[in-house]
């Protein structure tokens, strides 16, 4: 009987002692997280790497306040919030800093761009997305395109285009992204996608270069830096890059 009930004793200290644990393991979790409640606020919002906007604009599109709770900040809503409602924002991230502050981080879309359509203009980036709907004064700022028509643009979209045209778009935005590739961006100072064939690009204030429509874009970028760097600096003239090899014609030879 003795030896029962110290076999019953033991067993009935073995589910005290677990129950224990749980409810000390319990203890010490609502106590980190009302200490996080507590402790935890929001008092510095730190915003870097944009120029579109103000960090109060930023922060604005966040909805994040001061005092807020640091943990309880979604960070994805916060990131969705921010891209939906400033267009120049390509990419965020959001962090934090214990014990106070939030860190966003901005990367802005980089303009290529300017499009008329609609009654407007449209400023658009090396991915196609709109930017901003703007007025000639403003759009003289940005590369002309033509030879495309936009379909019903709206600010914060990609740019789509009249039927027909989706492929030129996708080749230009292939041609972006490999000017973006070389730092060659800059440099561009016009498209013209009205022939079927091939590209019409302004370039550094000194060349007309024709580029196929249907290419390996970030080759064509390549060969072209190459032609150029090969060219006298008083160079000026048409480089065609639709041929089995660039083809340089200067300006002055096609006045006669």
Known sequence: MAAR???????????????????SA???????VAGCAVFFRVENIEVSGQSAYTAEQIIGAAEVERGD??????????????????????ELSVSRRLP????????????????QGGGAWWIIDT??????????????EFPPLTGLTPDSPVVGARLAVAEGEENKLESLEKLFAALAARGMTD???????????????????????????NTDFDQ????LEAAIGAL?????????????????????????
């Open 5 to 23: 009930r110290n076999k019953r004793k033991r067993r009935n200290r073995g589910r005290f002692g677990f129950l224990y644990k749980v409810l």
């Open 69 to 90: 709770n640091l943990f309880a900040v979604n960070k994805f809503k916060v990131m969705r919030q921010i891209i939906s409602r400033l267009p120049y924002v390509d």
């Open 220 to 223: 064509a970028a390549k060969i």
């Open 127 to 140: 991915k196609g997305k709109i930017l901003e709907r703007t007025d000639e004064t403003r759009a003289a």
């Open 26 to 32: 319990a203890v010490i979790v609502a106590a980190i």
């Open 187 to 213: 440099q561009a100072e016009s498209f013209d996608l009205t022939a079927i064939n091939f590209i019409k690009m302004g370039y550094g204030g000194r060349f007309t270069v024709k580029i196929p429509m």
């Open 100 to 115: 106070n502050t939030l860190v966003i981080q901005v990367t802005e879309c980089v303009p290529a761009a300017a499009i």
């Open 232 to 256: 006298e600096e008083t160079d000026r003239g048409v480089i065609d890059l639709t041929l089995d090899e660039p083809h340089f014609i200067p300006y002055a030879s096609m006045l006669g």
